[in-house]
């Protein structure tokens, strides 16, 4: 029994941001309905860096596990009435369609709260619901871009680079499960239900919260250097460094201390806080033409004895077989009825009492939607004829 057990989660979403949150409210025990079109969602037709599968692509896998699919058609009066039937007893409801489509399909907030007044219903969006921004494309690159943050990576004068990952779904995602967990709380002590708007340039932004206010309330130039600095409010040397056989991070190391390990004598004498940042591009090249002469071993061994802040640079090959990650767990694995053996990041949080778990990897289209139909009251007679008239479809049971 997850610690969200008994809790119901109608999850409308599509791509990353809203799924993912959906998923994570799934892996703490709630039971997470994802509704979706009668020929599936979006994410189920897109390959993520080309990586397809049996009957699911490996990006809807990796989002959907501890799900149950409904497969519905929200355009048609049956679909709406189904799932009109489903939001009187669900606790949490997830869209993030684009701007006015609530409103048109009858799923905004005002028409579902008035069916289920203790509804907590999160609405997710690139820029916000409103504003000279609400109609453009929110997606993560973009916002990635707009944020701010690729100018505080990187050399001057060369493209501003964005993360390795999705960095704006993932903490878009992780915002909209914050706010659901304590809309949960809320109603959990006054019974009332609220809306929760969640959008990616506000996540993205705030979680800035140190280098902005640096520059608002510091009023330090976001400025970036010729070296590859790994950031542009923290004195060098930090970034990531060429060695005989790889690459190895170093974070602001004291310069007497990196000097004495590295034998570089230029550095015996500067001062931390000030040469740090007067001869920040020095200071890069002097440890940079160093490092290349022994293997990341060797250094990190050094830098370690010494009291130096170092680590190795990863691929992902290296984290997979990682044994702190071994150790800890970090990847799960299960097996599916049509993607066979899978293997996959697990739970970031542990709970002593009410350990997450996975109870159901990623639905095919439709395969509960007999079962949660049922669940809600609707006949067998109902179902047969919602799904003639198109309004429903049905996969697999299980």
């Keep these: 029994m997850g610690i969200l057990s008994g809790y119901r989660v109608l999850d409308c979403?599509?791509?990353?941001?809203?799924?993912?949150?959906?998923?994570?409210?799934?892996?703490?025990?709630?039971?997470?309905?994802?509704?979706?079109?009668?020929?599936?969602?979006?994410?189920?037709?897109?390959?993520?860096?080309?990586?397809?599968?049996?009957?699911?692509?490996?990006?809807?896998?990796?989002?959907?596990?501890?799900?149950?699919?409904?497969?519905?058609?929200?355009?048609?009066?049956?679909g709406r009435e189904v799932l009109a039937e489903l939001v009187k007893s669900a606790d949490v409801f997830i869209q993030n369609y684009r701007p006015g489509v609530a409103k048109r399909l009858g799923v905004d907030y005002e028409t579902l709260s008035r069916l289920n007044p203790g509804l907590v219903y999160i609405s997710m969006s690139g820029y916000g619901e409103d504003g000279p921004y609400v109609q453009r494309p929110g997606q993560d690159l973009l916002?990635?871009?707009?944020?701010?943050?690729?100018?505080?990576?990187?050399?001057?004068?060369?493209?501003?680079?964005?993360?390795?990952?999705?960095?704006?779904?993932?903490?878009?995602?992780?915002?909209?499960?914050?706010?659901?967990?304590?809309?949960?709380?809320?109603?959990?002590?006054?019974?009332?239900?609220?809306?929760?708007?969640?959008?990616?340039?506000?996540?993205?932004?705030?979680?800035?919260?140190?280098?902005?206010?640096?520059?608002t309330v510091g009023h330090k130039p976001q400025q970036r250097s010729a070296e590859p600095h790994a950031h542009v409010y923290i004195r060098s040397p930090y970034g990531t460094f060429k060695t005989a056989d790889g690459y190895l991070a170093l974070a602001f190391p004291p310069l007497r201390t990196l000097g004495e390990v590295i034998s570089e004598p230029a550095l015996l004498e500067m001062d931390d806080e000030r040469d740090g940042w007067e001869k920040r591009d020095e200071i890069f090249a002097l440890t940079r033409a160093k490092l290349e002469g022994k293997t990341t071993d060797e250094w990190l061994e050094a830098f370690s004895a010494a009291g130096i802040w170092a680590g190795p640079v990863y691929g992902y090959e290296e984290l997979v077989n990682d044994p702190q990650i071994a150790h800890n767990r970090t990847f799960i694995e299960y097996d599916h009825p049509t993607e066979g053996h899978v293997k996959t990041p697990g739970f970031p949080m542990r709970f002593s009492k009410t350990p997450a778990m996975v109870e159901r990897g990623a639905p095919l289209v439709g395969e509960h939607t007999c079962e949660i139909l049922r669940q809600a009251g609707f006949s067998d007679e109902q179902i047969g004829k919602l799904a003639a008239s198109g309004a429903i479809a049905t996969g697999k049971e299980t």
């Design 143 to 215: 916002l990635q871009a707009m944020s701010g943050a690729m100018r505080s990576t990187g050399r001057e004068g060369e493209p501003p680079t964005p993360a390795g990952m999705y960095l704006a779904d993932a903490i878009t995602a992780y915002t909209a499960f914050e706010g659901a967990l304590a809309a949960l709380l809320h109603r959990e002590r006054t019974g009332e239900g609220q809306l929760v708007q969640v959008n990616m340039l506000d996540a993205i932004t705030t979680i800035q919260m140190q280098e902005l206010s640096v520059f």
């Design 13 to 78: 979403s599509i791509a990353m941001a809203g799924p993912f949150a959906a998923q994570r409210l799934g892996d703490l025990g709630a039971d997470v309905v994802k509704v979706e079109p009668t020929s599936g969602e979006w994410q189920r037709h897109v390959s993520a860096g080309g990586a397809t599968g049996n009957k699911v692509n490996v990006s809807f896998l990796s989002l959907n596990r501890n799900k149950r699919s409904l497969a519905v058609d929200l355009k048609s009066e049956g």
